[in-house]
C-alpha cells in the first residue's frame, strides 16, 4: 500500500528522475512549476470546488476585505474564489511570474515571492494544501508563524491536522498542526472546523485528507 501511494504521488506530482530526487520543498515546487507542473489534484475539479464554495461563503460571513495566501500555486483554485483585496505568496519564482500574467487585468490581485513578502497586515491569512508539504520542521514553522503574525482577525488552513510516521512520498509530512498553533500562538483560537465533503478514500483526485481549520485572533 506504502509503495503504491509513493508510485502514485510521484505520478501526479510529477517527481521523478528529470527533477534530480528530492531536495527541499522550495525546490520541489520551483522545479514542479518549471517543468509545467500544476498545484496538483486539489486545486482542481470537485475539490477545488468545495474549496472554493467554503471559503466564498466564510468571506461573505466575516466580512474579510484583505488577505493574503501563503503558498497561492498556479492561480487555479484562485480564479474560482471571490476574493476581496488579495496578495499572493510563494516560494517559487516560475509560479508567481505565472499568477502574475494570469490575473493581470484584476486590479485587486497581485504577487510576490516569500523573501520580497514585507512586513504587511492582512485581515484574513489563508494557506490551502500547503502544511503537509512543508517537510522541514523550521520552514513549517515559519509558514505558521507568518500566518499568524500578519494576519488581524482571522486565519483560515485546508489541511490534513494527524501525524503520520510512515510517509507517502518525500515531499509529504503530516503534522498535528492545531496543537502547534495552541503552543506557540495563544493570541489565537480555532473556532471552527468544517469537514471534507470528499474525504479520502484511495483516489487523489476525488478524495482529501485535508479539512478546512478556522482561527480568529481572541487578544
Known sequence: MIKRLVHYGKRILGLSSSYGGFTNSSDFWEKRYKNGGSSGPGSYDVLAEFKAKTINDLLRQLQVHSM???????????????????????????VIEKCKKRFKDDPLKRFVLLDEF??????????????????????YHTHLDLLFERSKRFVLIYSSNEKQHETTAPHVKHRKF????ANRHKKWALVKHIPNEHPFQGDFNTGSSADFYLFARVV
Not at 493574503?68 to 516560475?94: A, I, K, R, W
Open 68 to 94: 493574503f495566501e501563503l503558498g497561492c500555486g498556479d492561480g487555479n483554485q484562485l480564479s474560482m474564489l471571490q476574493l476581496p483585496h488579495y496578495t499572493g505568496v510563494d516560494v517559487s519564482p516560475t
Open 118 to 139: 514585507t512586513e504587511e497586515h492582512f485581515e484574513m491569512g489563508l494557506s490551502l494544501d500547503v502544511i503537509y508539504h512543508l517537510v522541514e520542521d523550521d520552514v
Open 178 to 181: 492545531t496543537d502547534d498553533v
